[in-house]
C-alpha cells in the first residue's frame, strides 16, 4: 500500500480563477491535483487540455498533476501533456487501441502511467499490462460528469484489484475517482484504495482544509 494521496479534481474548482482555487486547495493539504480531460467523444463532456496544464504549472504549482484522459483517441495528447508538465498520465483502455503501446508512449515521454477502469470494464483487462503500470485508476462513477454518486460495486473491485496489485509485488497506486466523500471514504480506502480523487466533496465547501482533514483522519483511522 502507498502512502495516502488526496488529488482533488479541478472540475469541481472555480474556472474563473483556476490557479489560486489550485493553490488553496494545496494549501490546505491535498497532495495532487486531478485533472480531467474530456473530448466531448469519448464522454458527452469537454473541459481542459494541455495549454491549462502548462498555465498551472508556470503559476507555480509544483504538485503532482495526475492527468485523467477521457479522450479518443489518446496517444496524440501524451506528449503534449508531458511538455505541459504532467507527472501521471491515465487513460482508458476502450480510448485506445494499443493498450501497451499506450502506456510505453506514457512512459517514453518522461510521465507515470496509469489504466483507468470504467464501472462496467473488468479487471482481466489489466492481466498482460499490469506490470507496467504506475497507477490503476477504478472508476465508481460513469465517467463525464462531476458530483455523482458513488458505484457501490467499485468496493468489490478495489479488494479485487488491491489483491492483484499486492500480488505483483510492485509499487503500484490504486485510485479511486467518483462519488468520494469524507462520509464514505473510510469503507473505500478499507477496500484497498491508497489515492483518493474528490471534486465536489472538497470544491463545494467553503473550508477546503476541514474537507482534506476529514478525509485524512478517515483513512488514518
Ligand atoms: C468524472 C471525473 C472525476 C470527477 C469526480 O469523469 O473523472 O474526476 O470530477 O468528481 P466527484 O468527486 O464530484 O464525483
Ligand atoms: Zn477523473
Redesign the pocket.
Known amino acids: 500500500m502507498q502512502p495516502t494521496v488526496i488529488a482533488p479534481?479541478i472540475?469541481?474548482a472555480n474556472f474563473a480563477r483556476l490557479g489560486e482555487e489550485v493553490d488553496n486547495v494545496l494549501k490546505a493539504g491535498a497532495d495532487w491535483v486531478?485533472f480531467?480531460v474530456m473530448d466531448n467523444h469519448y464522454?458527452p463532456n469537454l473541459t481542459i487540455g494541455p495549454l491549462v496544464c502548462e498555465a498551472l504549472r508556470k503559476h507555480g504549482v509544483t504538485a503532482p498533476i495526475d492527468v485523467?484522459l477521457?479522450v479518443e483517441p489518446v496517444d496524440r495528447l501524451v506528449p503534449d501533456f508531458a511538455k505541459a508538465g504532467a507527472t501521471m498520465i491515465s487513460f482508458h483502455p476502450e480510448a485506445s487501441r494499443h493498450v501497451h503501446r499506450t502506456v510505453q508512449l506514457i512512459k517514453a515521454n518522461g510521465c507515470q502511467a496509469g489504466l483507468v477502469l470504467n464501472p462496467a470494464t473488468p479487471i482481466e483487462v489489466l492481466d498482460y499490462v499490469l506490470d507496467d503500470l504506475d497507477m490503476v485508476l477504478l472508476m465508481s462513477?460513469n465517467?463525464?460528469?462531476?458530483?455523482?454518486a458513488f458505484i457501490p460495486s467499485a468496493l468489490d473491485k478495489l479488494r479485487r484489484v488491491r489483491e492483484r496489485i499486492d500480488r505483483s509485488g510492485k509499487a503500484i497506486r490504486l485510485e479511486i475517482?467518483?462519488?468520494?466523500k469524507p462520509e464514505n471514504i473510510a469503507e473505500i480506502a478499507s477496500a484497498g484504495a491508497d489515492t483518493f480523487?474528490?471534486?465536489?466533496?472538497i470544491f463545494s465547501q467553503p473550508d477546503y482544509a476541514d474537507v482534506v482533514r476529514r478525509m485524512k483522519d478517515a483513512v488514518a483511522a
Do not use: E, K
Open positions: 479534481s472540475l469541481s486531478h480531467d464522454v485523467h477521457m462513477v465517467p463525464g460528469f462531476g458530483g455523482q475517482d467518483g462519488g468520494v480523487v474528490a471534486g465536489s466533496a
